[in-house]
């Protein structure tokens, strides 16, 4: 059951870890979270049984490091809005290219059966 809890602590603390130094940081509380419990779990099962603990001490400190990056890139972090009619711009063109392809295409002998 350690096993398993330490492999499951393990993965999540990965997968925290590289959500968050990705854009979407903010991804990364749910399985930062879920390594702790993990780990905390596989802790207190190896103290039982007086194994070695060293990888879980790992495990802890990569998850307090992706807690600790996606707080301080949530809160210093400002999204800025840039002007949106280029946006507007070209979604309006390629509608109208795409009407005028639409109506390029010969559609004179389709029959339906």
Do not use: Q
């Not at 990705?22 to 993990?38: D, V």
């Not at 946006?87 to 559609?107: C, F, G, P, R, T």
Request: charged share 25%.
């Amino acid at each position: 059951m350690k096993r398993l809890f330490t492999i499951l602590a393990i993965i999540m603390a990965v997968l925290a870890t590289i959500l968050s130094v990705l854009p979407l940081s903010n991804l990364a509380f749910f399985p930062a979270l879920a390594a702790l419990i993990f780990a905390s779990m596989a802790y207190f099962l190896s103290k039982k049984s007086g194994d070695p603990k060293k990888i879980i001490h790992f495990i802890f400190l990569l998850s307090i490091i992706s807690l600790v990056l996606s707080t301080y890139k949530a809160m210093f972090t400002e999204t800025e809005v840039t002007n949106t009619e280029e946006l507007k711009a070209k979604e309006k063109e390629s509608k109208e290219d795409a009407l005028e392809d639409l109506e390029e295409l010969d559609l004179g002998d389709i029959s339906i059966n």
